[in-house]
Nanobody, 124 residues
Framework: QVQLVESGGGLVQAGGSLRLSCAAS????????MGWFRQAPGKEREFVAC????????VYADSVKGRFTISRDNAKNTVYVQMSSLKAEDTAVYYC?????????????????WGQGTQVTVSS
């Protein structure tokens, strides 16, 4: 079965950096656009970033543009998000997700498979 396993979350001070990883198994990774979403307590899950199948194009939410970088390694079936200049408002559970198809996808409904999430807490 398909599994997406996130790692790399934790507690970091404002202004710091973290890199999240998501290892995928049970699917042909290069057939999927990959995305990162986040959900803060009491809020809806929101789009963070996505990357198309080859890694050549990516889209970001305005709230993270210039601070986060998404990338993927198709040989390792892994997608990453490098998060820099973190702010308290970045605190959330971060989820990776897989959307079948070659192009990017930026809505929750476009993603078929989801990881279990990893907590990121930014202290101010």
């Amino acid at each position: 079965q398909v599994q997406l396993v996130e790692s790399g979350g934790g507690l970091v001070q404002a202004g710091g950096s973290l890199r999240l990883s998501c290892a995928a198994s049970g699917l042909t990774f290069s057939n999927y656009a990959m995305g990162w979403f986040r959900q803060a307590p009491g809020k809806e899950r929101e789009f963070v970033a996505c990357i198309e199948w080859s890694g050549g194009d990516a889209v970001y939410a305005d709230s993270v543009k210039g601070r986060f970088t998404i990338s993927r390694d198709n040989a390792k079936n892994t997608v990453y998000v490098q998060m820099s200049s973190l702010k308290a408002e970045d605190t959330a559970v971060y989820y990776c997700a897989a959307s079948y198809g070659l192009g990017y996808a930026n809505t929750v409904g476009q993603y078929r498979y989801w990881g279990q999430g990893t907590q990121v807490t930014v202290s101010s």
